[in-house]
């Protein structure tokens, strides 16, 4: 991969988008390296000079995309923030964070996290429990959940709410779709803030 990272900056990152996104559109099994030259419009045959195999370039992107969303999670994260919800639109910030960077870097994070193609299952399980996983679970333990009713599931809402947010950031695809970033991450907070008044015991109490 020397030879990979002696291009242009630009060049890497028009390489590395169009990888991105074709695994997180396509799985790693569905994918070829002649989608991945296709996409960034460069010959099948530099795709494999630079990586090797379709498998190092999964790992590659798994190690890029986990590594960034670590950096980003320990630069922003704060220990003394402990509740739900804020906790979930701090969540929702680092994912922007890394999609300003690489625009499907979340989304193929997320299905390479539960890839199960035995060619990288291994790896990526060994990845996942190494210090990425490590790092990962210490600056997401510790969330408050004392304060919602009884009959609420956290672990349930949050599942929910994760996949709404990861539906609404996979539909900015375009230039035009990301003007409104703003737009949708308030309205999405407002959502967030509905919900902590209805479900949690102490807001309930004042209505």
């Given at each position: 991969?020397?030879?990979?990272?002696?291009?242009?900056?630009?060049k890497q990152k028009n390489?590395?988008?169009a990888a991105l996104n074709i695994f997180a559109k396509n799985g790693y099994k569905k994918s070829s390296i002649g989608d991945i030259a296709d996409e960034a419009?460069?010959?099948?045959?530099?795709i494999s000079y630079y990586f090797g195999s379709k498998k190092n370039l999964f790992m590659y992107l798994m190690e890029l995309c986990g590594g960034l969303l670590v950096d980003e999670m320990e630069a922003r994260f704060d220990a003394g923030e402990t509740d739900f919800f804020d906790r979930i639109k701090l969540a929702n910030d680092i994912k922007i964070s890394v999609m300003k960077k690489y625009r499907s870097g979340i989304m193929f994070f997320t299905v390479a996290c539960t890839e199960t193609d035995p060619e990288v299952k291994t790896d990526i399980?060994?990845?996942?429990?190494?210090?990425i996983g490590?790092?990962?679970?210490?600056?997401?333990?510790?969330?408050?959940?004392?304060g919602f009713k009884n009959d609420v599931?956290?672990?349930?809402?949050?599942l929910f709410i994760i996949r709404a947010s990861?539906?609404?950031?996979?539909?900015?695809?375009?230039?035009?779709?990301?003007?409104k970033l703003n737009i949708i991450v308030d309205e999405f907070n407002s959502c967030l803030d509905m919900l902590k008044k209805h479900m949690y015991i102490q807001e309930s109490n004042e209505l």
């Open positions: 991969m020397e030879s990979f990272f002696k291009l242009r900056a630009e390489i590395i988008d419009s460069i010959s099948k045959g530099m399980a060994n990845f996942l429990n190494g210090d490590l790092r990962m679970s210490r600056l997401t333990a510790s969330t408050d959940i004392s599931d956290p672990s349930l809402l949050e990861d539906d609404l950031l996979r539909g900015l695809r375009t230039e035009k779709d990301k003007e």
